[in-house]
């Protein structure tokens, strides 16, 4: 099995930097074309997906939608691999919470907030169902799996076995995408890609396509 995870398009949260988590922020005009490249991307190397999830927040939806093209509807929703959950936090600016990023090792949640370990425990819990598929359902090759930022370093994080002083240690654009395949019942990393990156750099020349 081959998982392509792609974290969803820009919001209006995400252009004025502040802490979105479980906050429900669409994607703004921008986000909706960044998917749409990302789709483009997708189709130029003939990749189609048997199985599509996302996160049931409407930004990892609807690029899950776009990328697949698939409807909102046919998008299956997993709580697993929503955002982290900021509690009293969310909406305020990044600056906020600049000890999550520089020493996810202590950090301390605020009210009604998640915790890195219980983020990484879910995103746990949501490779072992796709493992479970992988031997069971024979039909399923590719799967496409729309989340979110710390979401997705939370699935990184458990397949690379990283300490939690690394837990930031890669970035994450709007709809890049992490590849994934499962060999002899392991999940291993096949890398981190940029869509959006690649059609700006081949549009200024920077880059020839294939």
């Known amino acids: 099995m081959i998982v392509y995870f792609i974290r969803h398009g820009e919001t209006d949260f995400n252009k004025r930097c502040l802490i979105q988590g479980m906050s429900d922020i669409p994607l703004n005009d921008k986000g909706i ?16 997906f048997d199985r599509v999830f996302a996160s049931p927040l409407v930004r990892a939806r609807k690029t899950a939608a776009i990328v697949s093209g698939r ?3 046919e998008v299956q929703p997993d709580a697993r691999i929503r955002e982290m959950d900021f509690g009293v936090d969310e909406g305020k600016p990044y600056s ?7 020493a996810p090792e202590s950090y301390i949640p605020p009210e ?8 990484q425990t ?13 031997a069971s359902d024979e039909s399923v090759h590719t799967v496409l799996a729309a989340s979110h930022g710390a979401a997705l370093r939370g699935i990184m994080s458990c397949i690379n076995h990283c300490e939690l002083k690394d837990f930031w240690r890669s970035g994450l654009s709007n709809c890049c995408v992490y590849k994934i395949h499962l060999e002899n019942n392991v999940w291993v990393e096949d890398g981190l890609m940029h869509p959006i990156e690649e059609a700006e750099q081949f549009k200024s020349g920077k880059i020839k396509e294939a």
């Open 71 to 73: 409807t909102f509807e």
């Open 112 to 119: 009604g907030a998640e915790s890195i370990e219980e983020l």
């Open 33 to 48: 074309q960044q998917a749409g490249i990302a789709a483009e991307w997708f189709e130029k190397q003939n990749i189609t």
């Open 96 to 102: 906020l919470i600049k000890d999550l990023f520089d």
């Open 122 to 134: 879910r995103a746990q819990k949501f490779l072992d169902m796709l493992s479970e598929m992988a």
